[in-house]
């Protein structure tokens, strides 16, 4: 279930059940996380946002960083319902995502294990893409999994980075935009050049997708 907002503050949480404060927590979390910077979510500030103290931090998720996993995962689910049916700008632009992968990137240069935080490939949010790739090309999984890693990659660098490289205008995002959507319309060509399967079909009416 999604989370959905942060609850007003109660003066105890001897009350409050194991699921309700775990949700709690996330919206806390996310909340800070979002008014930054990400050092301010302390264990003490994302407790007290969510009306609750820091014990029942530590006894929901074990520590910060596990309360952190949950809120990527938050996170990850909630762009995962809207990348099926959104277009390849707002995907790139959606504000859950640019969250998780920064809260992300913060934690590895924390010094976190990169292994603690490793997608698992079959992840709804993997076969999210994988659908919505398939609504436009038919390829085979080698090259389906090789362009949705190469995808994931440059969404992932420009939601970090984007702010260090050269202004990007929006008509410089819409080139780039178009320019994968139609490296993704020539996926099968590449495919049967390498060999990689035997010649699958662009399908006959994809739906419109406007790179704005």
């Known amino acids: 279930?999604?989370?959905?907002?942060?609850?007003?503050?109660?003066?105890?949480?001897?009350?409050?059940?194991?699921?309700?404060?775990r949700q709690r927590l996330i919206a806390a979390a996310i909340d800070l996380l979002r008014e930054g910077p990400f050092p301010k979510a302390t264990v003490r500030g994302i407790a007290e946002r969510a009306g609750l103290n820091p014990q029942s931090l530590m006894r929901n998720f074990g520590s910060i960083n596990g309360l952190f996993d949950a809120v990527a995962k938050e996170l990850t689910e909630?762009?995962?319902?809207?990348?099926?049916?959104?277009?390849d700008l707002d995907l790139l632009l959606d504000s859950d995502h640019t969250l998780r992968?920064?809260?992300?990137?913060?934690?590895?240069?924390?010094?976190?294990?990169p292994s603690t935080l490793r997608a698992?490939?079959?992840?709804?949010?993997?076969?999210?893409?994988?659908?919505?790739?398939?609504?436009?090309v038919s390829v085979g999984p080698r090259t389906n999994y090789v362009f949705g890693e190469i995808i994931l990659f440059l969404?992932?660098?420009?939601?970090?980075?984007?702010?260090?490289?050269?202004?990007?205008?929006?008509?410089?995002?819409?080139?780039?935009l178009a320019l994968i959507a139609d490296l993704r319309a020539h996926l099968?060509?590449?495919?049967?050049r390498l060999g990689w399967s035997s010649s699958?079909?662009?399908?006959?009416?994809?739906?419109?997708?406007?790179?704005?």
Not at 1 to 21: C, G, H, K, Q
């Open 101 to 113: 992968t920064r809260l992300l990137a913060w934690l590895l240069g924390e010094g976190l294990d």
């Open 120 to 136: 698992d490939p079959a992840a709804p949010i993997h076969d999210a893409l994988d659908e919505r790739r398939e609504q436009y």
């Open 78 to 87: 909630r762009s995962r319902q809207r990348a099926a049916a959104t277009n």
């Open 155 to 176: 969404a992932e660098g420009f939601a970090v980075f984007s702010d260090t490289h050269r202004p990007f205008a929006p008509s410089d995002l819409a080139d780039a």
């Open 200 to 212: 699958p079909q662009v399908r006959d009416d994809p739906p419109s997708e406007v790179p704005r």
């Open 188 to 192: 099968p060509e590449a495919e049967a």
């Open 1 to 21: 279930m999604a989370v959905t907002s942060t609850p007003e503050p109660s003066p105890s949480d001897d009350w409050v059940r194991a699921p309700e404060a």
